[in-house]
């Protein structure tokens, strides 16, 4: 039998799709209930499709346990690719954040993926995150150099002063990304702190 | 081995994921990726659920082989209604619109759901369209009134003038949603058109 769940009379089948689509970052509950009359209306097309991708991509896809990176092989394609400096080494918060610097296209090292930010707020403290491996790689003398690219918020930069601190004893030279004016950004609608980093940083022309 | 795809080196599984969701409305590639690594990192509480609900979907949910509607039984649990009018059938494009006008509470009635809209600009002709059934349904007598619930655009009213005309020679009496100012709607913003069918369907006050 169909029940009413937020005022529709449909089968509960579709009533969970709807409730666990609504879950997902950038759908409400309205756009997933068009999202599931969408996968309804395309039942080869896309949803069997779909079905069996969150199938395959939980059982083969797993934690790197060298970085921490998400990849279908252990070590990652990128730890295991010799082509990558091995030495050079870019601590990102989130798997996301080493995807875009990927597709930057401007990074040859490798990653060390802390699996989020430290955060007074959230009570998240060192021990949640993934340090520990960071700081054997480092202290086994493998990183010539750690670059921190976390985001330029209050969490971001806690934790990369953070992780400054405890590699300073390590052999590990450590340097962050840059601050200054997006590329393609107008200097009218930035806000004070970049226009300020990016006098300080200043080059010659 | 992970492969490149959009410049992001990761297993094809993810990728194959990031593509499928990509196809989702609502979805582009930037939030396909946030949704792929939000399910990624809740697998027991999203990732796993969200494939069995497809699945489960996909087992069940069929369409109404009366009215069109989709529901994990046939007839639908709106057809199967006893305490819902059998004689008063709004007629809807689209499954969407059926959630839409049920979600409202105001229509105790059946439903006839097209499948789509006629289209001269897409090429949808009436043989596309679940049309037959209507037609079956009003001319043994088992319609009193046919409330034509079709969008307000060009696709719409030519569907409704057409289905208005098909029914024509049957016992059904045929109406369609009034025009005018909606719930909540602020005059200043309203396009001249439906201010004009406003004011032309004025009702005491």
């Not at 395309?42 to 970085?67: F, I, Q, S």
């Amino acid at each position: 039998m169909g029940e009413m769940v937020a005022g529709i009379m449909t089968g509960p089948e579709i009533e969970r799709l709807i409730q666990l689509l609504a879950r997902l970052p950038g759908l409400g509950p309205r756009s997933a209930r068009r999202a599931a009359l969408h996968l309804l209306k395309r039942r080869e097309a896309l949803l069997d499709p779909l079905a069996r991708a969150l199938t395959d991509v939980a059982a083969v896809v797993k934690a790197c346990h060298v970085c921490g990176n998400l990849d279908s092989v252990d070590p990652c394609s990128i730890c295991a690719d010799p082509r990558r400096d091995t030495g050079l080494v870019c601590v990102v918060a989130e798997v996301g954040d080493l995807w875009a610097l990927e597709r930057s296209g401007a990074f040859k090292g490798r990653y060390h993926v802390l699996g989020g930010t430290l955060s007074a707020l959230d009570g998240v403290g060192p021990d949640r995150l993934n340090l520990n491996g960071l700081i054997q790689r480092a202290e086994s003398g493998a990183i010539r150099e750690a670059i921190l690219a976390l985001d330029a918020t209050v969490d971001g930069q806690t934790t990369a002063h953070y992780i400054a601190d405890r590699l300073s004893g390590t052999p590990a030279k450590v340097s962050r990304l840059a601050h200054g004016v997006p590329v393609g950004g107008e200097l009218d609608y930035l806000d004070d702190g970049t226009i300020a980093a990016a006098l300080n940083a200043r080059r010659p022309a």
